[in-house]
């Protein structure tokens, strides 16, 4: 009875806590925070300087005694107290508009498949020391499922590639839970450390990450547009010390980007392979579903299409599927129960 009279006041939260971005959706307004996923650090005081946007601001600016830290690494929890902080400063925000103090929050939150019990225990143990009073996980391809509107508790078999930032999960979804799936260290944040390795050899140029990024999303591409894109883009000559501009085309993001590319349609190919028969037919009938930020890279979809013959789509705004899946389980206590992963805070206490 308690529990129900703390859910009915509580702001509940879905957290999709990833390796580039976090989101946060709170139950009844949508999505509130879509930040980057770090934390500046007085590394003299150890107070926390910036979280979110206003720290990516300050990568490569900063001076000796501050540091831009990411405490997510492929989808896993690499700095505890960092991350906690991040979380509270996220929760702390949500609670900010609201006048009267609310009862600490109920949490969804997603984590990457193939995640150990120990990491899981880690995402919840941040989640409860930041503030919330329960927490509740999901892996994320199942969450972007139901975000994407997929049939995930019928007998249909079901796709979902997540090309993110520190990973690149592929999963077939039936029955509410996860038949086949592969999990790749290839995704954004190597495809932007390419970049600048292209840019590096080909032009002797270094580049910082925020430039690459931009790059990345103005360029990135796997197939011929038609369209002769290009950029001018701004570094340090690693010959002469000296500033120097250059315009990058198109054409040779690709080239960077191809080996990535190919890695990624690799896996899917031999995800389809040891996927039951029945589930390969649901699939190319219903197609696969494309979420997470790169896979935005333009033609990803037409290239996935041709070498696997199945169709494909980018789902509408593929970057926060994963927190509105979870945000729709703040709503479905049935389904949420159905799917979540067990709890790590019993098992432990009872070892």
Do not use: C
Request: hydrophobic share 45%; no cysteine.
């Amino acid at each position: 009875m308690f529990e129900r009279w703390l859910a009915k006041f509580s702001q509940d939260i879905a957290v999709d806590l990833g390796t580039s971005h976090t989101r946060v959706a709170v139950k009844d307004r949508g999505i509130v925070i879509h930040e980057p996923s770090l934390v500046t650090i007085n590394t003299r005081s150890q107070a926390i300087v910036a979280v979110g946007t206003s720290a990516r601001d300050m990568l490569g600016k900063t001076p000796a005694h501050l540091q831009v830290i990411r405490p997510m690494l492929k989808g896993v929890i690499s700095d505890f107290e960092i991350t906690e902080k991040m979380l509270r400063y996220f929760i702390d925000r949500v609670h900010a508009d609201v006048p009267t103090p609310l009862p600490r929050p109920r949490m969804v939150m997603t984590v990457p498949l193939e995640t150990t019990e120990v990491e899981r225990k880690a995402v919840e143990d941040a989640a409860l020391s930041a503030g919330a009073r329960m927490v509740t996980l999901v892996e994320s391809p199942i969450a972007a499922a139901i975000g994407a509107g997929l049939p995930v508790m019928e007998s249909v078999g079901s796709m979902i590639v997540d090309i993110g930032g520190g990973m690149t999960q592929i999963a077939v979804v039936s029955l509410g839970g996860v038949v086949t799936s592969r999990t790749l260290s290839v995704a954004g944040e190597e495809m932007t450390r390419n970049i600048t390795q292209y840019v590096r050899d080909v032009y002797s140029l270094l580049i910082g990450e925020k430039v690459a990024e931009e790059v990345k999303w103005r360029l990135g591409s796997t197939m011929d547009t038609g369209t002769p894109y290009e950029m001018e883009v701004r570094g340090r000559h690693l010959v002469t010390g000296l500033p120097k501009q250059i315009i990058l085309k198109e054409a040779e993001v690709r080239e960077a980007l191809q080996r990535n590319v190919s890695v990624i349609l690799s896996s899917i190919k031999a995800t389809l392979e040891v996927t039951p028969a029945e589930l390969v037919a649901d699939i190319y009938e219903h197609g696969v579903v494309l979420v997470g930020g790169s896979s935005l890279l333009r033609g990803i979809e037409k290239t996935i299409a041709r070498e696997t013959a199945i169709p494909v789509r980018v789902i509408d705004d593929p970057m926060t599927v994963n927190v509105r899946g979870a945000a729709a389980l703040l709503g479905d206590d049935a389904l949420l129960k159905g799917i979540a992963l067990p709890s790590t805070q019993d098992a432990f206490f009872s070892s």
